[in-house]
């Protein structure tokens, strides 16, 4: 550098003196190849980016926890319909409507007291997105996917959820052809609830499996 | 872990089912869109990316959307090579007038932004 202090353009920053200008980051390379990618395979009429855009819509805006919610709820209220979920999660989602092509098998397991299930996948991010939605951020990340499967127990009282010793934890791993949900404990005091009342307690977390449904302090009415 | 306990705020994420930044759900929805299409089933598409995610791993880690759905492009770019889809000489020259383009709208909002000292100009752009 000459250290003439002409290298600085034109247009001058003025950092420092009240003059708070961000430029927009410049687009990340990911960005700039799913466009490029997209764009071509839309002018080869290979895909249509319209339908892309209809799939970022679902998922974005339809599909999501709720759905999962209402699928627990229906399950702790009618035993019939609870006993064709454990036998065949699909089925028993597509009596619901719910269904697509994602998911090829969805094995529902059953937490009670001596057992609580949790789900991980420990090669990538298989999820049951269908009554799920989108996987969250730390059920990708490296330290869940291999600590639950070392020290579940640990992990699971590092996100909040302490069991006793005396209970055991299943680990189960989803691959692209079996994917899990669990199936949370319906609460003690929840008798009064309807269907619709109890899906609104049911969360992401309690069905991936790192949580517990929480008793709502006005539960009992 | 501390890597773990920085992941932890977003557990208690109301909602999981909206993307961190666009290109993710682009890249997400593509990948969906052309295994509907046939080009590829999501089987075939999930080794990839577990490839992909297993290299990463061989000496990172992944501790944020980023650096998941990097994995994601990744997969999905090595899938389509392998299967004959991506002309690499169109995605490159593509990708080249993509930067362009957004350089030249970076400069253009930041010239349209400010007036001659460099101040945020506040006013409209025309008066009819």
């Known amino acids: 550098m000459s250290g003439s202090g002409h290298d600085h353009h034109g247009h001058d920053h003025g950092h420092g003196l009240g003059h708070d200008h961000h430029e927009p980051p410049a687009k990340p390379w990911q960005a700039v190849r799913t466009e490029a990618v997209e764009s071509l395979l839309h002018e080869l009429g290979i895909v249509d980016s319209r339908r892309v855009d209809e799939i970022v819509a679902h998922y974005e805006e339809k599909i999501g926890p709720k759905t999962g919610a209402a699928v627990v709820a229906k399950a702790w209220t009618d035993p019939a319909f609870k006993a064709r979920l454990l036998a065949d999660g699909l089925a028993a989602c597509a009596e619901l409507g719910i269904g697509g092509p994602e998911t090829e098998y969805l094995h529902v ?4 007291p001596s057992v609580h299930n949790v789900v991980v996948c420990t090669l990538c991010s298989c999820y049951p997105w269908t009554v799920l939605g989108l996987p969250p951020a730390w059920y990708k990340s490296s330290a869940y996917r291999s600590r639950l499967v070392r020290e579940p127990r640990a992990l699971l009282a590092e996100m909040g959820l302490e069991l006793p010793p005396e209970v055991e934890i299943r680990v189960w791993d989803s691959v692209s052809e079996i994917r899990y949900l669990v199936l949370p404990e319906r609460p003690a005091g929840t008798e009064g609830l309807d269907e619709a009342e109890l899906a609104a307690l049911v969360t992401r977390d309690a069905m991936i499996g790192v949580a517990r449904v929480a008793v709502p302090s006005e539960a009992g009415r | ?5 920085a992941l932890l705020p977003t557990v208690d994420a109301a ?15 593509l990948t969906l869109a052309l295994s ?8 075939d598409f999930q080794a990839a990316l577990i490839e992909a995610v297993g290299r990463h791993e061989k000496a990172g880690c992944i501790a944020d959307e980023t650096d998941y759905y990097t994995r994601w492009v990744e997969a999905l770019s090595a899938l389509l090579r392998a299967r004959g889809l991506l002309d690499e000489a169109g995605v490159a020259e593509l990708e080249a007038r993509i930067l362009v383009e957004a350089a030249a709208r970076r400069e253009h909002q930041h010239l349209a932004a400010r007036d001659e000292e460099g101040r945020l100009r506040i006013a409209p752009v025309a008066v009819a």
């Open chain 2, 36 to 43: 509907e299409r046939g080009l590829f089933n999501l089987k």
């Open chain 1, 109 to 112: 397991v059953e937490n009670g």
């Open chain 2, 15 to 29: 909602s999981g089912s909206s993307f961190a930044e666009p290109w993710m759900a682009r890249a997400f929805a």
């Open chain 2, 1 to 5: 872990m501390s890597d773990f306990r």
